[in-house]
Antibody, heavy 127, light 108 residues
């Protein structure tokens, strides 16, 4: 069965760095795009970043662009996000999620969605 | 950037239908996806591609999408459906994922 297990969360001071990992199993890792999605305490879901199946393309939310770097190691079936210059507003549960394409018609996906999510890892940015 | 608008809360008695609206400019042109998130848990996909249900999701869950509003409907609400519900789209103009703010379902 598909499993996504995040790790690396914890308490970190503002301005410092943290690296999160997501270990995947139960599917052909190198065939799927992957995302990070976060949720601040008591708030809604916020998309953070995505990486294509082969790592050649990455995209970021404006709130993290220039500070976060998403990467993957297909040989280790693992997804990562390097978070630098952390701020209090980065405090959240961070989820990794597997992407699937929605094909309304034709050979190109009209949209993307998430069919599997990890359980999340909590990052707290505080002095 | 593209914005999805959801009402913050919906309250429904057991056995009654519940509807969750998701508003966005011309949202009907694209695919809308819905997630259920129970307290303390990761989100779960309940509808994708406007009106498709993943395996394991009860038939009570359905979706529609037209014009500027997408809608998730639970035909007969159960106590176990109490959760936050989020709509999501793909903004292809900038290759970003967009979530609505979420609607909290309270089962009376």
């Amino acid at each position: 069965q598909v499993q996504l297990v995040e790790s690396g969360g914890g308490v970190v001071q503002p301005g410092r760095s943290l690296r999160l990992s997501c270990a995947a199993s139960g599917f052909t890792f190198s065939n799927y795009g992957l995302h990070w999605v976060r949720q601040a305490p008591g708030r809604g879901l916020e998309w953070v970043a995505l990486i294509s199946f082969d790592g050649s393309n990455t995209y970021y939310a404006d709130s993290v662009k220039g500070r976060f770097t998403i990467s993957r190691d297909n040989s280790k079936t693992s997804l990562y996000v390097q978070m630098n210059s952390l701020r209090a507003e980065d405090t959240a549960v961070y989820y990794c999620a597997r992407e699937l394409g929605y094909y309304a018609s034709g050979s190109s996906p009209q949209s993307y969605f998430f069919d599997y999510w990890g359980q999340g890892t909590l990052v707290t940015v505080s002095s | 950037s593209y914005v999805l608008t959801q009402p913050p809360s919906v309250s429904v008695a057991p056995g009654q239908p519940a509807s969750f609206a998701c508003g966005g400019n011309n949202i009907g042109r694209g695919g809308v996806h819905w997630y259920q998130q129970k307290s303390g848990q990761a989100p779960v996909l309940v509808v994708y591609g406007n009106n498709l249900r993943p395996s394991g999701i009860p038939e009570r869950f359905s979706g529609s999408n037209s014009g500027n509003t997408a809608t998730l409907t639970i035909s007969r609400v159960e106590a176990g459906d109490e959760a936050d519900y989020y709509c999501q789209v793909w903004d292809r103009s900038i290759d970003h994922v967009v979530f609505g703010g979420g609607t909290k379902l309270t089962v009376l």
